[in-house]
T-cell receptor, first 111, second 115 residues
Framework: SQQGEEDPQALSIQEGENATMNCSYKTSINNLQWYRQNSGRGLVHLILIRSNEREKHSGRLRVTLDTSKKSSSLLITASRAADTASYFCARRNSGNTPLVFGKGTRLSVIA | KAGVTQTPRYLIKTRGQQVTLSCSPISGHRSVSWYQQTPGQGLQFLFEYFSETQRNKGNFPGRFSGRQFSNSRSEMNVSTLELGDSALYLC??????????????FGPGTRLLVL
């Protein structure tokens, strides 16, 4: 499969804890993106990290990329109940290929 | 700016019927992509359009078709509906400044139920 694979499939944590989600892929990429989806709704873009970048931050989000291991991780610090959602990684191999999504990690943050 | 809009939001059809879904991208965005999302298969790419031209097509049967108009609005059509076509259909638009660095902005989706 060319899809990215997120790990774990589901994660349940207490409010205030950190949540880490991982994404692996098989072919070389141009960039990797993370999206969030609240139950049954559209996806919201979180962060884009380019293949020549190793780490990127946005508020409570931290994304790392290891192209040698073909993997990325998304860390949400000090999680809140509102962070409860599904998180997807998506990658684009080259300029004109479509974005390929993984199957996502379902995060539940318990207040 | 208004976000990506999709109509209708919910749709119930029966097997054998056909359906047309509509997507209006963010103003100024020229690229529109369509995805099908199901619990079993996840998010699967359907089509990508730019300036009225289909740039990429996913691995779906010919019953699935789409088009883009000169104002960048897009429609997708599914003919001879099957039960397995029940899904959330998501549309996304992007600015197309540099495709390789593009992020996509998603609409709320159209939930299609085929009975």
């Amino acid at each position: 499969s060319q899809q990215g694979e997120e790990d774990p499939q589901a994660l349940s944590i207490q409010e205030g804890e950190n949540a880490t989600m991982n994404c692996s892929y098989k072919t070389s990429i141009n960039n990797l993106q993370w999206y969030r989806q609240n139950s049954g709704r559209g996806l919201v873009h979180l962060i884009l990290i380019r293949s020549n970048e190793r780490e990127k931050h946005s508020g409570r989000l931290r994304v790392t990329l290891d192209t040698s291991k073909k993997s990325s991780s998304l860390l949400i610090t000090a999680s809140r109940a509102a962070d409860t959602a599904s998180y997807f990684c998506a990658r684009r191999n080259s300029g004109n290929t479509p974005l390929v999504f993984g199957k996502g990690t379902r995060l539940s943050v318990i207040a | 700016k208004a976000g990506v809009t999709q109509t209708p939001r919910y749709l119930i059809k029966t097997r054998g019927q056909q359906v047309t879904l509509s997507c209006s991208p963010i103003s100024g965005h020229r690229s529109v992509s369509w995805y099908q999302q199901t619990p079993g298969q996840g998010l699967q790419f359907l089509f990508e359009y730019f300036s009225e031209t289909q740039r990429n097509k996913g691995n779906f049967p010919g019953r699935f078709s789409g088009r883009q108009f000169s104002n960048s609005r897009s429609e997708m059509n599914v003919s001879t509906l099957e039960l397995g076509d029940s899904a959330l259909y998501l549309c996304a638009s992007s600015l197309e400044a540099r495709l390789s660095q593009e992020t996509q902005y998603f609409g709320p989706g159209t939930r299609l139920l085929v009975l």
